[in-house]
């Protein structure tokens, strides 16, 4: 008869209590990450921006011997950027504006007259009394005046926040660019020297990955703009300088921002000289996108590290998902880091290179 086995012991209790330590620490490192998810964003965007703005410190400082220097030459003009954009593209808006309110009133005499002189339009008037239900809205937008102080007092908070946001960033950019590689270099070199190079080497491609896919971008999004201008200029449309800064910033969006931006001018050019200027808008859009992603973006991008089309749009889609259009921004480099990072350890996982990294130093004499 043969004998029945017996059953498998039971966990020791150390395992257990060791498995409910783990999982109760993971849980509580999520946690803590969902707290500090904010700060944690803000130390994500200051390194990539220390990362980026690396490659110009690095040219200034092999000209000026300086890097203190280079680096405050650099975040000066990071910093006078935005002025200079909203220098460029508030002017005009609050003239569009103005002129917008001041020709309300010509609008609706136009628009009185259209109703009148159109049968269909005439008809409906006299039945649902539009004219009359539009100026009864407008006697009570006084009434709304609070709610509107409301509004603006949080779009003042709200932009507050964004300033401190900003000035935190690039402070810690600021840190983390001014030590240069030290901290890199200090987790290298705990790694041992079979790992020390391996590290180093990342490091290395990643941040060429960064910069040069920066670079690309903004060189990019300068040519849009150039040409945008160019083409606005040539059609006669007001204030063709603010619209082309306008292509150049939504540009650098992937994927979606070079056709926002045609959009948005393709909208303004209709109250230009309809429909000849938007005509002529249009299909130089098309043309020039086309362009753009098959001749200018491959050509500018050819020394960064090429990503995937289909990993660049599920980056792109989880980044903006995510971070809005800030994650849209960064979901393509962060990507190409992941990738880098994915390619060299699978070349330090490679038989030749383990055997290397186990073998036995050679003795010296």
């Known amino acids: 008869m043969a004998a029945v086995p017996s059953p498998a012991p039971g966990l020791p209790a150390r395992v257990v209590l060791r498995v409910v330590l783990v999982v109760l620490l993971v849980v509580l490192t999520l946690y803590l990450i969902y707290l500090l998810r904010q700060p944690l964003t803000w130390i994500f965007i200051a390194g990539f921006l220390a990362i980026a703005l690396s490659g110009p410190v690095n040219w200034l400082q092999r000209r000026t011997k300086r890097r203190a220097l280079s680096i405050a030459l650099v975040y000066v003009a990071v910093v006078l950027v935005p002025v200079l954009l909203a220098a460029i593209l508030v002017p005009p808006i609050v003239e569009q504006l103005n002129n917008l309110i001041n020709n309300l009133p010509a609008y609706a005499r136009d628009l009185q007259d259209f109703v009148a002189k159109n049968d269909t339009l005439r008809r409906l008037e006299e039945d649902y009394n539009i004219t009359a239900e539009l100026q009864k809205q407008a006697s009570t937008l006084p009434g709304r005046v609070g709610d509107a102080a409301g509004i603006l007092s949080d779009i003042g908070l709200g932009l507050v926040n964004s300033v401190f946001a900003g000035v935190t960033i690039l402070v810690l950019s600021l840190f983390m660019l ?137 980056s792109v889609l989880f980044g903006s998902t995510l971070f809005g259009v800030l994650g849209a921004l960064l979901a393509i480099p962060v990507a190409a880091a992941i990738q880098i990072g994915i390619i060299e350890y699978n070349s330090l996982r490679r038989p030749e290179n383990v055997a290397a990294v186990q073998a036995p130093p050679e003795p010296t004499e």
């Open 178 to 314: 001014g030590s240069g590689r030290s901290w890199l270099n200090w987790v290298a070199d705990r790694q041992g020297p079979e790992r020390g190079p391996w590290l180093r080497r990342l490091f290395d491609r990643i941040a060429n990955a960064v910069g040069n896919y920066v670079a690309g971008a903004l060189g990019q999004a300068l040519i849009a703009g150039v040409l945008a201008y160019v083409v606005l200029l040539i059609l006669g449309v007001p204030y063709a300088g603010s619209l082309a800064v306008v292509i150049f910033l939504l540009d650098l969006v992937p994927l979606v921002g070079a056709t926002l931006g045609a959009i948005l001018v393709g909208i303004i050019t209709v109250f230009n000289d309809f429909p000849t200027t938007t005509v002529i808008w249009v299909i130089w859009s098309i043309v020039y996108q086309q362009l753009e992603n098959n001749v200018i973006q491959p050509r500018i991008q050819a020394k960064a590290v090429s990503v995937h089309p289909f990993v660049v749009l599920t």
